[in-house]
Nanobody
Framework: QVQLVESGGGLVQAGGSLRLSCEAS????????VGWFRQAPGKERESVAA????????NYADSVKGRFAISRDNVKNTVFLQMNSLKPEDTAVYYC??????????????????WGRGTQVTVSS
């Protein structure tokens, strides 16, 4: 069993930066993937970024490439999402998720078995 707790959300002006953290309790196996998703009001949840726990390989949604960076600290069992050049359209609740995707694409919810409760990110114009 894995529990995920997100932190670091808040209110920021457009062009600013935030760093989200996702702390995991329980065993994160090397074949796991840890991802960030977001959901804005009235919209479907969408994938943002993901990182393979074992080799650190990363994936990003086109909308955040070049602005967001995902990283991990294996010792602290924590995944980070550094968000730069934030835009109002980045406003959403951001969720951390973990799972063993096998052959499931990283950007689909069914690749993940464990989810955090989310942290609100609001970007003002």
């Amino acid at each position: 069993q894995v529990q995920l707790v997100e932190s670091g959300g808040g209110l920021v002006q457009a062009g600013g930066s935030l760093r989200l953290s996702c702390e995991a309790s329980g065993r994160i196996f090397t074949h796991y993937i840890v991802g960030w998703f977001r959901q804005a009001p009235g919209k479907e949840r969408e994938s943002v970024a993901a990182i393979r726990w074992g080799n650190g390989m990363t994936n990003y949604a086109d909308s955040v490439k070049g602005r967001f960076a995902i990283s991990r600290d294996n010792v602290k069992n924590t995944v980070f999402l550094q968000m730069n050049s934030l835009k109002p359209e980045d406003t959403a609740v951001y969720y951390c998720a973990a799972g063993a995707p096998l052959n499931t694409p990283w950007n689909t919810s069914r690749a993940y078995d464990y989810w955090g409760r989310g942290t609100q990110v609001t970007v003002s114009s």
